[in-house]
T-cell receptor, first 112, second 110 residues
């Protein structure tokens, strides 16, 4: 079983719509969950992190965590063409905060 | 000012050569990392140093040798380069989490 799984996409949404990105993980001991955005040819950029079950909102972004289901999601409201990128889900290895396991990423395309 | 900086940005070399990538961070973080992103965009940890001490060493060929002269610097030396080493190498730093990544070094081995 892969440690962090994401649908590779591409996920295509029209401008102004809600984009929903999903991630599942296998390590029940993981405590920290991250969403990174990576534009083509650029480095990953942190956009959200979440540690507790439930929702966390930051501007147009909402991260959702369900530890019982081992599921993390990212919602992007009012999607813009500039949101078009690959979104990487990352989960820490149990007992090691900075040792992150990344999913392969979901490519999001927002059409004007 | 760039928080995590790597040099060089691009590195093209031939098989069998030895090369180094340098990384510096000015965030005051105590932990630094090397991650490798392969052609399929899969990002995977290679090494981690905390205050100059190696704390994570994933299954990486011993041709790869990290070195941390101080907690703000983490360099990566690669001996006897192989075609499969072609990838983007990202340096990162953290104080706990989350990670802050450098801009990456695209290594191409021909």
């Amino acid at each position: 079983q892969k440690e962090v799984e994401q649908n590779s996409g591409p996920l295509s949404v029209p401008e102004g719509a809600i984009a929903s990105l999903n991630c599942t993980y296998s390590d029940r001991g993981s405590q920290s969950f991250f969403w990174y955005r990576q534009y083509s040819g650029k480095s990953p950029e942190l956009i959200m992190f979440i540690y507790s079950n439930g929702d966390k909102e930051d501007g147009r972004f909402t991260a959702q965590l369900n530890k019982a289901s081992q599921y993390v999601s990212l919602l992007i409201r009012d999607s813009q063409p500039s949101d078009s990128a690959t979104y990487l889900c990352a989960v820490n290895r149990m007992g090691s905060q900075g040792n992150l396991i990344f999913g392969k990423g979901t490519k999001l395309s927002v059409k004007p | 000012d760039t928080a995590v900086s790597q040099t060089p940005k691009y590195l093209v070399t031939q098989m069998g050569n030895d090369k180094s990538i340098k990384c510096e961070q000015n965030l005051g973080h105590d932990t630094m990392y090397w991650y490798k992103q392969d052609s399929k965009k899969f990002l995977k940890i290679m090494f981690s140093y905390n205050n100059k001490e190696l704390i994570i060493n994933e299954t990486v060929p011993n041709r790869f040798s990290p070195k941390s002269p101080d907690k703000a610097h983490l360099n990566l030396h690669i001996n006897s380069l192989e075609l499969g080493d072609s990838a983007v190498y990202f340096c990162a730093s953290s104080h706990g989490s989350p990670l802050h990544f450098g801009n990456g070094t695209r290594l191409t081995v021909t």
